[in-house]
T-cell receptor, first 113, second 112 residues
Framework: EAQVTQNPRYLITVTGKKLTVTCSQN?????MSWYRQDPGLGLRQIYY???????DKGDVPEGYKVSRKEKRNFPLILESPSPNQTSLYFC????????????FGQGTRLTVV | EDQVTQSPEALRLQEGESSSLNCSYT??????LFWYRQDPGKGPEFLFT???AGEEKEKERLKATLTKKESFLHITAPKPEDSATYLC?????????????FGAGTRLAVHP
């Protein structure tokens, strides 16, 4: 079954404690991206990757890092989380950079206290 | 600045009561408009892609249409299982890459 898998689904952490949210896709997609979803703001892109070792900033990259060492994995790293990063995070992948029919993961609800 | 606005924010319908959701957009050079469905606690699920004004796509009780300034998602004789948040997004080409710009969504509740 084609899917994008994120872990963990839920996470509560304290300010400043480094964390990683993993994302893996089994469709051999080149394009992957991370979004955050906040009430009234819609989905906003954090980072994207067009292929292995190729990543770039989206609209709201501050406070986040990513890496793309393998095609299937695209982890999101928060080096020093702050309360304003409390949000619902989604990883997505698509077959190409045209973004048609992007597949989304189930989401990670992060709370930073 | 590229922007997507969806209305209404929330919509309550009786089962069988047809209606439409609106997505208006401002984008320099539309390269595709997408509709997604999002159920509570889940990621968005792709529904349709529209590329040019006048284009229409249908799937069961849903029909998406596109003009030069907006898109509509028509829901005909909805059922309770159509309850979800419907997201609209446009593809914009900026800074040498494609990106999706999402609206805030319309929360649809269909009651028996």
């Amino acid at each position: 079954e084609a899917q994008v898998t994120q872990n963990p689904r839920y996470l509560i952490t304290v300010t400043g404690k480094k964390l990683t949210v993993t994302c893996s896709q089994n469709m051999n997609h080149e394009y992957m991206s991370w979004y955050r979803q906040d009430p009234g703001l819609g989905l906003r892109q954090i980072y994207y990757s067009m292929n292995v070792e190729v990543t770039d900033k989206g609209d709201v990259p501050e406070g986040y890092k990513v890496s793309r060492k393998e095609k299937r994995n695209f982890p999101l790293i928060l080096e020093s989380p702050s309360p304003n990063q409390t949000s619902l995070y989604f990883c997505a992948s698509s077959e190409d950079r045209n973004l048609v029919a992007a597949f989304f993961g189930q989401g990670t609800r992060l709370t930073v206290v | 600045e590229d922007q997507v606005t969806q209305s209404p924010e929330a919509l309550r319908l009786q089962e069988g009561e047809s209606s439409s959701l609106n997505c208006s957009y401002t984008v320099s050079g539309l390269r595709g408009l997408f509709w997604y469905r999002q159920d509570p606690g889940k990621g968005p699920e792709f529904l349709f892609t529209l590329y040019s004004a006048g284009e229409e796509k249908e799937k069961e009780r849903l029909k998406a249409t596109l003009t030069k300034k907006e898109s509509f998602l028509h829901i005909t004789a909805p059922k309770p299982e159509d309850s979800a948040t419907y997201l609209c997004a446009v593809r914009s080409f900026s800074g040498g890459y494609n990106k999706l710009i999402f609206g805030a969504g319309t929360r649809l509740a269909v009651h028996p």
